[in-house]
């Protein structure tokens, strides 16, 4: 099953910053929007951030202010900069993308899952 490809992840102190990179394969074509979502204990999956191809972010609340979304269309590449982290930012992040075909429904595709840690 094809993958997107993530990297970034980590252990840091609360206050402190993170960089989280995504790359989808050459294979996935058409691609409409990226970002990341994260999935914490016994918690629901839930949308971190998104990007659009023409660069319309989206950010979850919880996020905004802290958290900046970019991306490279060349590359297929989305980058997730998160700053003031807070331990309640722990949670195994997942990238996404979506890929809308001309008269189908979206399809998603992920990447593994980075584990982001905040703790003193």
């Known amino acids: 099953q094809v993958q997107l490809v993530e990297f970034g992840g980590g252990l840091v102190q609360p206050g402190g910053s993170l960089r989280l990179s995504c790359a989808a394969p050459v294979s996935i074509s058409g691609i409409t929007a990226m970002g990341w979502y994260r999935q914490a204990p016994g918690k629901q999956r839930e949308l971190v951030a998104s990007i659009t191809r023409g660069g319309n972010p989206n950010y979850n609340d919880s996020v905004k202010g802290r958290f900046t979304i970019s991306g490279d269309n060349a590359k297929n590449t989305v980058y997730l900069q998160m700053n003031s982290l807070k331990p309640e930012d722990t949670a195994v992040y997942y990238c996404?993308?979506?890929?809308?075909?001309?008269?189908?429904?979206?399809?998603?595709?992920w990447g593994p899952g980075t584990q982001v840690t905040v703790s003193s």
């Open positions: 996404n993308a979506e890929v809308l075909i001309s008269r189908g429904p979206r399809h998603d595709y």
